[in-house]
């Protein structure tokens, strides 16, 4: 990657050739000025670490981060940053709260776990939501052939989608009859993808299984075995018959399909339209002594999330995220939904603009709402063993999650030019209530008990 400054006086040396054979009265020197004005236009915080590395595992939405290092944003706050492959969540958690890592993509309910008593605990904070949506539910070939004359046909003979969890139960109760647990993958105890999977199950009545303090399985009651697999091996697992299905964020849904070997029946997007997907982050210790190290990290973020939203980017961060040190993946499996479309069953592909959103609905704002959506999930399935207070939830995510950080980063690209007041909420936190679901019911983040207690399945309040 060339350096902004070889940039800047390729861009100078270019002006300077136009104006020698001009009749501008625009002195040479101001060109100049201007131009390197203009390249260096980023207002560099006093960084206290400029040495970072960051982890992240092998998905299409650690985008941001490899946007980051190969635009040079990174660079522009002065912050020189490794960006490295992690082998699985655990590790990027574990990496993290003993700060072999300065930072990581991590699963959004991984630091909202570690502060309310599910699993380790540590003091993490997330200041940049990574994404929206991002993730598909995958079945294998022979569940598809069952589950298909369970699903609705349009008049083009297309499935209908979305496509809900009910054309599921009577293939579940086959197999249960022909001695076969009902066996299917997600990528970690506290992931989105669990809490997803556990959704789309629960509102068709499946019981998805319950934790309790002393089985941290998750699969008591369970009408389907949820296990954790991770992402890069959900393919292969799926194909070996080890699980019949599986909840993953990209490329692994469109690899099935690729390898033909599985069928996705829905998305997240789905699930929940414009659901929180990754966050970053960081330690609560290393903000605390980095304060201004930890600002220009995430203006550096946003500044990513908003190049990969821009129209026209998304071709060249498939080229990106081919790299074998980024997601690896084949550009044809990538740009399968991170241009706006997604590959159901071989040839049906459909466009889906939404499907990965890094910037658009203002997707980089920490919203303690959305982390509020992880704790009431955690508690319905038995993840935090006791009921809370109501108030419990405000105060728990906001020692998570830090807007204000956020702000700060986001006041600076405002003045710098980068960003627009309108792409910077007016906001208290908290999002308007929604019934964006795939079962219609309304979730309000300021009443999560009556949230809780609204479900069938789970635990009550």
């Not at 003993?98 to 997330?126: C, K, N, W, Y």
């Not at 105890?189 to 019981?207: C, D, K, M, Q």
């Not at 697999?229 to 909840?247: N, R, S, V």
Request: some cysteine; glycine content about 8%; proline content about 6%.
């Amino acid at each position: 990657m060339k350096s902004k400054v070889f940039k800047a006086l390729g861009l100078v040396f270019t002006l300077l050739l136009v104006s020698c054979g001009s009749d501008s009265k625009k002195k040479t020197s101001e060109i100049v000025t201007e131009t390197i004005s203009e390249v260096n236009k980023t207002k560099k915080l006093d960084i206290e670490k400029p040495q970072l590395t960051f982890g992240f595992i092998k998905l299409t939405d650690m985008a941001p981060l490899a946007i980051a290092k190969e635009k040079g944003f990174f660079e522009d706050e002065g912050l020189f940053v490794s960006v490295e492959a992690q082998s699985n969540w655990k590790n990027i958690l574990d990496r993290v709260i003993d700060g072999q890592l300065d930072g990581s993509h991590m699963l959004a309910g991984q630091p909202i776990a570690a502060g309310a008593g599910f699993g380790r605990q540590a003091e993490l904070v997330t200041t940049f939501s990574m994404d929206l949506n991002g993730n598909g539910i995958t079945v294998s070939n022979d569940v598809w052939s069952k589950m298909k004359p369970n699903v609705p046909i349009s008049s083009d003979g297309k499935t209908i989608h979305p496509i809900k969890a009910d054309a599921l139960k009577p293939v579940i109760t086959e197999y249960k009859n022909s001695g076969k647990a009902f066996k299917m993958g997600m990528v970690f105890p506290v992931s989105t993808h669990n809490y997803e999977i556990r959704y789309w199950l629960a509102a068709a009545g499946i019981h998805p299984g319950m934790y309790t303090a002393d089985n941290i399985q998750g699969q008591i009651d369970a009408e389907v075995l949820l296990s954790v697999t991770p992402p890069p091996q959900m393919p292969a697992t799926l194909e070996a018959g080890t699980i019949y299905g599986y909840c993953v964020g990209e490329p692994w849904n469109q690899q099935a399909v690729f390898k033909g070997i599985g069928v996705p029946v829905t998305t997240n997007y789905d699930i929940w339209k414009n659901n929180p997907e990754k966050v970053f982050v960081m330690t609560k210790k290393f903000i605390e002594e980095n304060p201004n190290t930890a600002t220009a990290i995430t203006k550096a973020l946003i500044r990513a999330g908003k190049w990969l939203d821009t129209p026209g980017n998304r071709e060249e961060a498939v080229k990106i995220l081919s790299k074998p040190q980024y997601v690896g993946a084949d550009e044809v499996v990538l740009a399968n939904s991170m241009t706006g479309t997604f590959e159901f069953e071989k040839g049906d592909k459909r466009s889906m603009p939404d499907f990965n959103v890094f910037f658009r609905y203002h997707a980089t704002y920490p919203f303690y709402s959305d982390g509020v959506w992880f704790l009431t999930q955690m508690r319905r399935w038995g993840q935090i063993p006791e009921a809370k207070p109501a108030d419990w939830y405000d105060s728990k995510i906001k020692d998570i999650y830090r807007p204000d950080i956020w702000k700060k980063a986001a006041d600076l690209l405002l003045e710098e030019g980068y960003l627009t007041a309108d792409e910077v909420p007016t906001t208290d936190g908290y999002k308007p209530v929604t019934t964006d679901f795939i079962d219609g019911n309304k979730y309000d983040a300021k009443d999560p008990i009556g949230y809780i207690n609204s479900f069938k399945i789970g635990n009550k309040d």
